[in-house]
C-alpha cells in the first residue's frame, strides 16, 4: 500500500512541479543552440516582424455568442476598430437564437464589415461555429468570444506568425481582469500556465489554444461535432496533427472579466472538465511516439492533471492503509488539514472575505480539480450535448 501512496503523491508533484523544470530546461538547451545556429550562419532576425499594411492577409473574424446583449455591441465595436487595414477585415457573428437582444442589437449594426446571422433555434456553439466557418473566404481566421476585448493590434500580431509557412495556429495571451475594477487579476497559478506555453511553443510542444484569443489558416479547419465541448482545443488540436506549427504569442493580448465567484468558475471548470476526459478518449492518436515531444508535454501538462482528483482521493485513502505507522498517521492528519483549509477559504470567499495568497492558492487548486472530477463524472454519466453554458460574469 505504501507504493500505492506515494506513486500518487509523485505523480502530482511531478506533473505540477518537476514537468515544469524538465521543460524549461530542454526549452533552454534547445534555444541557446538556436541562438548559436543563428549567430553562427549570421542569419537574418528569426523574431515574426509586424507586417506592413500593403502585404498583410484578408482576414475574417469569426464569433459565435449566446444571449449577449450587454457586450456584444462594444465587441463589434471593438474588433472593428482594430489597427488592421478596414478593406481586409471582416467580422461574422452568429446569434444562436438568443432569448436576449442580442439579435436585435445585431441587426442594428450597420458596418458593411459585418455578416450577423440570426439564427432563430438555439443548436450549441459549435454548430453555429461550424456554420460560420463555412461562410469565410479568407485564408486566415481569428476566432475570438462576444465577452472578450481585443488590444488595437492584437489581430495584427496574431497575424505576423503565419509569413511562415509552417504555422497553422497561434494562440494570442488572454488577461484577466476584475470586473469592477478594471484591474488585471492574473493569479499565481494562470501565470504559472502562461510560462508553460511559452516555453512548449519553443519546442513545438503547445497544446490547443485559447477560444478567446487565436488565429488559424482556415484552409486547415475541420467542422466539429456539434457536441464537442472545448472547441478551441479540437481545432487546435487538429491542426498540429496535420503537422503544423501552433505557435503562443504573449503579445496578442486579449481582456475578459473573470467570473466574480468561485462557485461561478466552477460552473466554468467542471464544463471544461467534461470537455477534457471528452477529448482524452476521443484523440487516442495523440498517444503515438511519433508525436515526440509533443506527446511528452500532453501527457505531463495534461493526462496526468487529468487525473490529479483520482489521485488525491488514492493518495487519502491508502493512507488510512498506514496509519499504524507514526510517520503516516502525521501525514493522514496534514492531508485532512489541507482538506479543511480549502473548505474554510471557499467560505470566507463566499462571505467576500480576502484570502491570503497561500489559502487562495489551496482553494483554487482543491476546487479546480474538485470541477474536475465533476466533469468525469458527468462524462460518464450524462448525454454530452453542445448547448451553451454561459459563465457568470
Not at 151 to 161: A, F, G, N, Q, S
Not at 245 to 266: C, F, H, N, Q, W
Not at 359 to 382: D, E, H, K, P
Amino acid at each position: 500500500m505504501e507504493w500505492v501512496f506515494w506513486s500518487s503523491i509523485l505523480i502530482i508533484l511531478y506533473s505540477y512541479f518537476l514537468y515544469p523544470i524538465v521543460l524549461m530546461c530542454i526549452s533552454g538547451v534547445v534555444q541557446l543552440w538556436r541562438d548559436n545556429r543563428y549567430i553562427w550562419r549570421n542569419n537574418n532576425s528569426r523574431t515574426a516582424p509586424l507586417i506592413s499594411d500593403e502585404t498583410l492577409p484578408a482576414v475574417t473574424v469569426v464569433i459565435a455568442a449566446y444571449n449577449e446583449e450587454s457586450c456584444i455591441a462594444d465587441r463589434v465595436k471593438n474588433i472593428l476598430s482594430q489597427d488592421y487595414p478596414a478593406d481586409k477585415l471582416t467580422l461574422l457573428v452568429g446569434s444562436d437564437g438568443s432569448k436576449d437582444n442580442t439579435a436585435e442589437i445585431l441587426a442594428a449594426i450597420t458596418d458593411p464589415r459585418l455578416t450577423a446571422y440570426l439564427f432563430t433555434e438555439n443548436r450549441g456553439k459549435v454548430s453555429v461555429l461550424n456554420d460560420l466557418m463555412s461562410k469565410v473566404s479568407t485564408d486566415i481566421t481569428v476566432l475570438t468570444d462576444a465577452n472578450t476585448e481585443f488590444k488595437p493590434d492584437t489581430i495584427r500580431r496574431l497575424v505576423r506568425h503565419f509569413s511562415d509557412p509552417n504555422v497553422g495556429a497561434v494562440c494570442g495571451e488572454l488577461q484577466l481582469v476584475d470586473a469592477q475594477s478594471g484591474n488585471n487579476r492574473d493569479g499565481i497559478y494562470w501565470r504559472y500556465e502562461r510560462v508553460l506555453k511559452f516555453h512548449e511553443s519553443r519546442l513545438n510542444a503547445l497544446l490547443g489554444a485559447n477560444g478567446a484569443n487565436y488565429a488559424i489558416r482556415h484552409a486547415l479547419y475541420q467542422p466539429l461535432p456539434t457536441n464537442t465541448v472545448v472547441d478551441d482545443y479540437k481545432i487546435a488540436m487538429e491542426i498540429a496533427r496535420s503537422g503544423y506549427r501552433l505557435k503562443y504569442d504573449p503579445e496578442a493580448i486579449a481582456l475578459e472579466e473573470s467570473a466574480p465567484t468561485i462557485t461561478g468558475e466552477m460552473g466554468r471548470r467542471i464544463r471544461i472538465g467534461l470537455g477534457n476526459y471528452q477529448a482524452l478518449f476521443q484523440m487516442s492518436w495523440m498517444f503515438h511516439p511519433k508525436n515526440g515531444i509533443r506527446l511528452f508535454s500532453y501527457v505531463s501538462h495534461k493526462v496526468l492533471r487529468w487525473f490529479v482528483p483520482h489521485l488525491m482521493l488514492i493518495a487519502l485513502f491508502s493512507n488510512m492503509f498506514l496509519l499504524k505507522h507514526t510517520s503516516y498517521a502525521i501525514l493522514f492528519v496534514m492531508q485532512l488539514a489541507f482538506y479543511a483549509l480549502a473548505m474554510y477559504g471557499y467560505r470566507q470567499h463566499k462571505q467576500g472575505k480576502q484570502l491570503s495568497m497561500l489559502l487562495s492558492l489551496i482553494v483554487f487548486f482543491v476546487s479546480m480539480n474538485y470541477a474536475l472530477g465533476v466533469g468525469f463524472i458527468r462524462y460518464f454519466s450524462t448525454n454530452i450535448q453542445g448547448n451553451w453554458q454561459r459563465t457568470e460574469r
